[in-house]
């Protein structure tokens, strides 16, 4: 009996260990007919993923991995191209800000249609993952959990914006490749547009008794009536998932029969994705001097294994 408790700190830090180890995986796809981006973002204290930010053309498929409690959000760039003065790397829509292909820590700039994710990991609790338009629109993308059976309380559905929003875009929302031009490659939100606090459900609009649907919302929830709309729209837009064991699939311009489309006039019969992206116009117009962030992600892993087995030996 008096080996065993030695034993004890060994088992300790060997299941830390193993639980670290897990990851979950996103297998992510390109069905569009042009080059995308993709580019990955961590939450506030959430591990960094195996990558932040990558090239994926028509028809190519990528597998990233991430901790199995991750957090973060996943979305597509368009229309990127690297300044051959400054070597910057930037892109029209869903720019990351890194001036590289790896986004290292930086978020989306609207407009961007968005993938959330809070994974439990082995808590043993649910999963949870939507699609947002809360940031606008600029690709068609669906998320759907690759569980091995779906729950019959109907968790595990698959979620996104399969609709060509852009095509329908308002006006006043549209974002044009070139300034003048009529064909969209994104559609902002009104917040972004406008910047009043009925459309951002900010101040005396900052909170869910306050802050309703609006017209422009309402437009963007008939497109895809699945995915966020405005802040508060938890009700129809949130998904779970419990032990999603298969990790996920995120698909950019999916079929639109994947998911039902809405039935405002304006949704209906919207082409599986938008035109082919040509980039136009000066590369100078569209590119910004922005400085280089490296994260050094081995570095980070380690140092989260390090901490692990430090709090285990204690």
């Known amino acids: 009996m008096g080996g065993l408790p030695p034993l004890l700190p060994l088992l300790c830090c060997l299941t830390f260990l193993l639980q670290g180890a897990s990851a979950a995986t996103f297998t992510i796809t390109n069905s569009c007919d042009y080059t995308v981006w993709p580019g990955i973002l961590s939450n506030a204290g959430a591990p960094p993923p195996s990558t932040t930010g990558f090239e994926l053309p028509p028809g190519e498929t ?4 991430v901790a199995s409690a991750w957090s973060g959000r996943i979305w597509a760039r368009t229309l990127c191209a690297t300044d051959p003065t400054s070597g910057a790397f930037a892109c029209a829509t869903a720019d990351c800000g890194s001036g590289s292909v790896e986004c290292s820590g930086h978020g989306a700039a609207p407009p ?15 999963d949870f993952y939507d699609v947002s ?3 606008g ?8 959990p690759q569980s091995p059976a779906a729950t019959s309380n109907g968790s595990c559905q698959a979620t996104g914006c399969p609709a060509d929003v852009n095509s329908v875009c308002p006006p006043e929302l549209r974002v044009a490749a070139i300034a003048g031009g009529e064909g969209a490659v994104a559609c902002r939100s009104a917040c972004e547009a406008f910047a009043e606090a009925e459309y951002c459900c900010s101040g005396a609009y900052g909170s869910p008794a306050t802050c309703a649907p609006t017209a422009y919302s309402r437009f963007f929830k008939g497109a895809c009536p699945a995915a966020y709309s405005y802040a508060y729209d938890d009700a129809t837009s949130t998904f779970t998932c419990a032990a999603a064991g298969g990790g996920y ?19 209906a019969g919207l082409p599986p994705s938008i035109p082919t992206m040509e980039f136009s116009g000066d590369a100078d117009s569209l590119m910004t001097s922005r400085i280089r962030n490296v994260v050094a992600v081995l570095l980070q892993i380690s140092v989260v294994f390090s901490a692990m087995s430090w709090q285990c030996w204690l």
């Not at 990528?62 to 991995?65: D, G, R």
């Not at 961007?112 to 649910?126: C, Q, R, S």
């Not at 629109?137 to 759907?144: E, I, K, R, S, T």
């Open 249 to 267: 699939e995120v698909v950019f311009c999916p079929a639109t029969n994947s998911l039902k489309s809405g039935g405002i006039p304006e949704a």
């Open 133 to 135: 338009l809360v940031d």
């Open 62 to 65: 990528l597998a990233v991995t």
């Open 112 to 126: 961007a249609t968005l993938a959330e994710f809070t994974l439990a990991g082995g808590t043993g609790g649910d």
């Open 137 to 144: 629109f600029n690709v068609p993308m669906l998320v759907a």
